[in-house]
């Protein structure tokens, strides 16, 4: 398969999970670049940084906008505190070594799977 292929592929996966679930950056594309293109870990997430801005922040945003889905104040405080936690977080990343970061990724993200497991499970009262 051709590498712009595979990049056609991995951003419309990465769109319709952001539009579905408010996720795809690291959750779909990050992943889908280490293992399907060879990206290094911290290739991967450079790149995802570089990719989520104009689709996300943009369509996205407007449509749920449109809908009366955006906290304009909540955003505006959130986004700046992120843009410095995402320098520091970024600095940081580039401090460790790429299979230490890739370990580390892999904890954050399993552990967020069972928080979101036992919460769902809770609400069903499987619990």
Wanted: charged share 5%; glycine share 16%; net charge positive.
């Amino acid at each position: 398969m051709p590498q712009w292929f595979m990049f056609v592929i991995i951003g419309l996966f990465g769109g319709v999970t952001s539009g579905l679930f408010g996720i795809g950056g690291g959750i779909v594309i990050v992943p889908a670049l280490i293992y399907w293109a060879g990206f290094s870990q911290h290739r991967a997430t450079g790149t995802s940084l570089a990719v989520l801005l104009p689709p996300v922040g943009l369509a996205a945003t407007l449509e749920y906008y449109r809908n009366g889905n955006v906290d304009i104040r909540a955003a505006m405080l959130i986004a700046t505190t992120m843009l410095v936690g995402a320098w520091g977080g970024a600095f940081l990343a580039n401090q460790i070594k790429g299979p230490h970061l890739r370990l580390l990724f892999g904890v954050f993200i399993t552990g967020v799977g069972m928080y979101l497991i036992y919460g769902a499970c809770k609400r069903l009262s499987w619990l």
